[in-house]
């Protein structure tokens, strides 16, 4: 089965990039989607996300890395996937993803959502987070990929 991984990723922490590993082996492709939305400001631009995804996923196979602005289920529809992925970290997350995969349920009844839960150790992960120890010169290698905590660090100085 194909499943879409619809997200920001601005940037990829260690938890998304868990996450992309683990559904590999479970589904027969994965498609990371990085939505453009400049409306949310991003820090990273399109280009440079996709390329720290690309960088930090070439052990994967099976692994496609687009881009897509609009809805997800549209997304998921023009690439012809099957499921669509999402990640549970913890309580708070379930009330927002359970309303964004009952939204597109009712937009589209061709796709089921699958939430795979994060591992224990990368809970407290979130792109967010990242950025604020970054920001605030801490230690990030235990959070992101390499090329990312290069990116963030040359961002922040
Ligand atoms: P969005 O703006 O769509 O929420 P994110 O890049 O923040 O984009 O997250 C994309 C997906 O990855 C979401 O399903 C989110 O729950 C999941 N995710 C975020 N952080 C982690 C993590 N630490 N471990 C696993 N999954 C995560």
Redesign the pocket.
């Given at each position: 089965m194909k499943i879409l991984?619809?997200?920001?990723?601005?940037p990829l922490?260690?938890?998304?990039l868990?996450?992309i590993e683990r559904a590999s082996k479970v589904f027969g492709e994965v498609i990371v989607a990085v939505?453009q939305n400049p409306q949310?400001n991003p820090t990273f631009s399109l280009e440079e996300r996709l390329r720290q995804i690309a960088t930090s996923t070439e052990h994967i196979k099976k692994l496609r890395i687009i881009s897509f602005d609009g809805l997800t289920v549209t997304c998921a529809r023009e690439h012809n996937v099957d499921l669509i992925?999402?990640?549970?970290?913890a309580m708070s997350?379930f009330e927002y993803?359970l309303q964004i995969a009952h939204t597109n349920s009712t937009l589209s009844n061709e796709f089921e959502t699958v939430f795979?839960a994060?591992?224990a150790h990368?809970?407290?992960?979130?792109?967010s987070v990242v950025k604020e120890v970054a920001r605030f010169g801490g230690n990030i290698s235990h959070m992101v990929p390499e090329i990312v905590a290069k990116d963030l660090i040359k961002h922040f100085n």
């Open positions: 991984y619809p997200g920001s990723f601005d922490t260690l938890g998304h868990d996450l939505l949310k992925l999402r990640g549970l970290r997350d993803e795979l994060t591992a990368h809970s407290f992960l979130s792109s």
